[in-house]
């Protein structure tokens, strides 16, 4: 059995720039149990197994509770009420079949390939606008200057949200983000903050699918407040908020890791970075070997609903379950020198996506904007270095990424 | 010497095709020659009854890719016609005869024929397992028939008529059970089906049986006769009632072969009639019955896809390598169904199974995991719709586990186990 105290030092931040040998010591077991009762998933076979397992269930976050304001009326009748609401209507990533499948079908609905395909030159423009602003810098922190703002633009304007409001939702989706994270999420100051924070954006949520509802255009928040599908009808607006705010976080979050993380990885390996120049048509195959060697989203959480027998290990009912996708990807029973970053590896059949139901609905969208991202990186910034090796990190041991990449450059052609 | 064995593989499909490149991939370096009774390239059966009717793919635009620069020799529009065990030749209905060290049988099924070879040869009556099948029913379709009768409701059956629903044709479809599919999936499940046929428009008809077609003086089907009295127009009649196996070449032979199959070890090898294997010949694919290792009934054939992929696969190593290294044969058999935008999936076998659970999502939303017990243990699942879920029950099945075998699904209601609803015996129109 590996060290029962491995998953603790995943989540420490002191390891935060190399996971990956924690991974292989947890990878002697394929399911870990750990001193908390947590069992974490570690192998390719395991994860491709329970990924699969009906058993599992993605309703693990506790309940919502507000915190006592002190004005009676609100702590005895609205705050409950709005905790019930909150707790029926997560959003589907938190959700189980059949409620998750039938919330899904409607974002599917309006999450289209035709949709995701035509923001093609819009997001070749924005790349160009953000990479013209720096044409004289001689540092750039591509964090805050590119890799922040590309993907919050994108799905902003994919959703319907106006541009002058994008800035406020860089603090909540920063907030909210950490319901992936299990000790964020279980630290009380965390869960309070995540409530107000909640509390704020569904506000402007439900003002804004009001004003979808009166004047829709084509969008998807316009589309998914109006449409109705001839089998999931019409989407319930608790339901519509949560998923319009889970649109929001996820295309907020996750893109800015893989683009990050990929230009942190090409300047690691800057032989990929000057093919990637030469001959940007290696970039999907390059982005494929990226969410497997240095994947935006390292683990999700589940609760298991029954007893789960797995070679060696049984989980027991209730419980907790941590998924290390991202320990998968570097197993070397089914990778090849699987830490060796080889964007000619034939064979990527990675979880950077996560897989099964909840595999990544933003997918398409997210290797669009990193394809167009990493071939204008490496094409236009001039003879770019790493400041700092490796960067700071921000705190999410699950949405893993740095904080700031800064990098000096000769320019921007 | 390696480099002088020959090999034959007989049966230019998908077993025929992956089990060549498999002995390739294995080793063999000497020549391989592939026998096919069609005059075509291996191609991909399943688009026959789906795409290829409702016109969105061409018969000929559906070859099986196949790996480049084997070095195959082909013999198509050859069918085999015998094999001279002691000569370790096979003979071909073209005169030829080809020697070999390996033998790969591989030669499938074919549609079981309508019963009256008259009225089976009344033009307008079609069966549907080959591509020249399919072409020819699809160009009868394209003609908009005013009815299409479709005999059997079995898995070919129910998918014709989603094709010929999909493009607007009136579709009859007959079966002498109570519901479609009731041998494979019993009737409790194929009631489920049946209403789905005619929920999509389908003049579905349970228990009815053809007695006989009528053709009219051009020698056209211009109507059935239903047993009982009754009589359908029907310009077009797809005669669906199974397959029967191709064995009949090997009569004679001393192998171990008849209308259940060619007889096979668990590592593929073929039987003689006394029961022991005969060297260098291996059997894979619809045409083989083998004892598996989770079926102890005796031994079995499936004429599943996936199937014909990895037991080819089986025998290539079999033939080419010291054939006790890689054990027995004991894939999880698996199947899948298109019909209408339904997707039916199947791990396991619901033969003699006593009893069917819903274990996710529900009849009603036709949504849902099933799944078979027989004697106290899982030994099928079945899914509409769900087919996500399979691989857990699969790991079930092959661990022997109790019935119902998995409990605390996310989607899960109350299992309540049922009868299964099974025919006593498979009755075919």
Known sequence: MPDPTLFAAVKDPAHRPDPYPLYARLRESPVALQDDGTYVVTTHAALRALVFDPRLSSEDLPDATHPPTGNPFKDWIVNPIKDRIRSRHRPLIFRDPPDHDVLRRHVMREFTAVRVNAMHARVDALVADLLDRKREARQIDLVDDFSYPLPVTVICEMLGVPPEDEARFHGWATQLATALEPDAREDKENRDKNIATFDEIAAYMQDLIKEKRRHPVDDILSGLATGHDPQAGRMGDYDLIATAILLLIAGHETTVNLITNGMLTLLRFPEHLERLRADPEMAPRLIEELLRYEPPVHFRTRKALASIRMDDTTIPEGAPVVLLFASGNRDPARFREPDRFDPDREDIQHFGFGGSLHFCVGAPLARLEAEAALVALARRLKNPRLIDNPPPYRPGASLRGPQHLRLAIEGIA | ?429
């Open chain 2, 1 to 429: 010497m390696a480099e002088a064995l020959r090999a034959v593989v007989v049966g230019a499909s998908l077993a025929g095709l992956r089990g060549a490149e498999a002995l390739r991939r294995e080793g063999h370096r000497g020549p391989i020659t592939l026998v096919g009774d069609e005059p075509h390239r291996p191609y991909d059966r399943p688009p026959l009854s789906k795409r290829v009717l409702s016109g969105e793919a061409r018969p000929e635009a559906i070859d099986l890719p196949g790996q480049a620069g084997l070095d195959l020799t082909w013999r198509l529009g050859a069918a085999a016609v015998g094999l001279d065990l002691p000569a370790r030749a096979v003979a071909l209905a073209t005169g030829e005869r080809l020697p070999f060290d390996r033998l790969l049988i591989a030669t499938g099924t074919r549609a079981r024929p309508w019963p009256n070879p008259a009225e089976a040869a009344l033009s307008g009556v079609f069966t549907l397992r080959n591509r020249d099948d399919a072409a020819a029913l699809r160009a009868a379709l394209a003609a908009k028939p005013a009815r299409v009768l479709i005999i059997g409701a079995g898995f070919i059956g129910c998918e014709a008529a989603a094709a010929c629903r999909s493009i607007g044709l009136s579709v009859t479809l007959v079966d002498p059970t109570p519901t479609p599919l009731a041998s494979v999936l019993g009737t409790r499940i194929g009631r489920v089906v049946a209403e789905m046929l005619r929920r999509e428009g389908v003049d579905y008809r349970p228990e009815t049986r053809v007695e006989a077609l009528e053709g009219d003086a051009a020698g056209r089907v211009r109507a059935a006769r239903l047993a009982g009295g009754g009589r359908l127009d029907a310009p077009v009649v797809v005669v669906a009632l199974g397959a029967l196996r191709n064995t009949e070449w090997l009569a004679g032979s001393g192998v171990a072969a008849d209308a259940g199959g060619v007889a096979c070890d668990g590592l593929c090898r073929v039987l003689d009639r006394a029961g022991r294997p005969v060297d260098g010949v291996a059997a894979a694919g619809d045409v083989a019955r083998f004892p598996h290792p989770l079926f102890p009934d005796g031994p079995v054939a499936f004429e599943h896809w996936g199937h014909a992929v990895e037991q080819a696969q089986h025998a290539a190593r079999t033939l080419v390598g010291p054939p006790e290294d890689h054990g027995a044969y004991a894939a999880m058999p698996a199947f899948w169904s298109s019909q209408f935008d339904l997707n039916i999936k199947s791990v396991g076998l619901t033969n003699g199974a006593d009893a069917v659970a819903v274990t996710q999502g529900s009849l009603a939303e036709r949504r849902f995991v099933a799944v078979y017990g027989r004697a106290g243990r899982t030994v099928a699942a079945v899914s509409f719709d769900s087919a996500r879920w399979l691989p857990a029950y699969a790991a079930r099945i092959a661990a022997g586990d109790a019935f119902p075998p998995i409990l605390g699904a996310t989607d899960q209601g109350r299992v309540a186990p049922m009868d299964p609803g099974f025919p006593q015996r498979p009755a075919r129109g």
